[in-house]
């Protein structure tokens, strides 16, 4: 977390963030740019840094109107060493699905954060993946993550690819990079969408009002670009099981995108879907969606199936997974419930 005080004492700076900018990156002010990337960091504050000379952009310092440019390489600095990355390694069960030499595909179960961070320094499946297996590359940016080319919300259940070595790291962070690994989820939504399938292509980035949660910008102006592509698999009338393809992987985004779209997840306490959003007013109508969230008490999303190519073999692997019984029997609770109307 940047504090004012961060930045007035002298002596030594140690990198606490390295930040290299998209090509496709809009022309925006640096302390906006960086409001959208660090946690907890306020503009006041970021201004402060800017000030202080801690922020640079290709180890130049800056002025807070700087606009970012593609390929820029931007760095934070604070006074004390960043906190020690190492990753306790811990005896948490992984459920895998494939691995080989070089890869590794596990179903993640809802309720596990993936990496350590705030609040979250153990439990994660960076810590089973340290038990587990010994020598894990790291990400680029050598931020303790071992294996981690991509991850999904801690309630979010599913897929993820893991990297096993350094040329799968470089292939597989390349092919996220292009957009050109296939990933498909599964969302319950409140709701039944108006078009049976579409894309949506606005950009998302960090609410300027909760810098916990993702919004959408439609004009452009603010955030990243982010595109879901999604289908009606099951209309419900009050709710509707929606495919969704990512093109892009941004913090959120389907949860986010669903939620411009008029139809937050269900049970998305986040983003607003865990209170009636359709149906009646009826007592009976309100204690059967209370009893669905508790049989589901987590935001309706899975990871669904994966697709890539390997990174040694070129061979295109493609990886499906089943819904969690959760998530399941309140799809068929909500169809009982139509079909009984």
Known sequence: MIEENDWQEDGELYVHHRIEVDKGQALIRIDK????RIANATRSKLQLAIEAEAVKVNNQPVKSSYKVKPLDVITVSLPEPPRDTDVVPENIPLDIVFEDADVLVVNKKPGMVVHPAYNNWSGTLVNALAYHFQNLPTSQNGEGRPGLVH????DTSGLLVIAKTELAMAHLAKQFYEHSIERTYYALVWGEP????????????????????????????FGRTAITHYKVLKPLRYVALVQCNLETGRTHQIRAHMKYLG????????YGGDKVLKGTSFSKYRAFVENCFKMLPRQALHAKSLGFVHPRSKEYLQFDSQLPEDFQAVIEKWENYVNNE
């Open 33 to 36: 740019f960086l409001m959208d």
């Open 263 to 270: 139809h937050p997840l269900f049970n998305d306490a986040t």
């Open 194 to 221: 108006k078009e049976a399938q579409g894309t949506i292509d606005v950009n998302v980035g960090r609410s300027l009002k909760d810098r916990r949660v993702t919004a959408a910008f439609p004009e452009g102006d």
């Open 151 to 154: 991850r999904i919300d801690k």
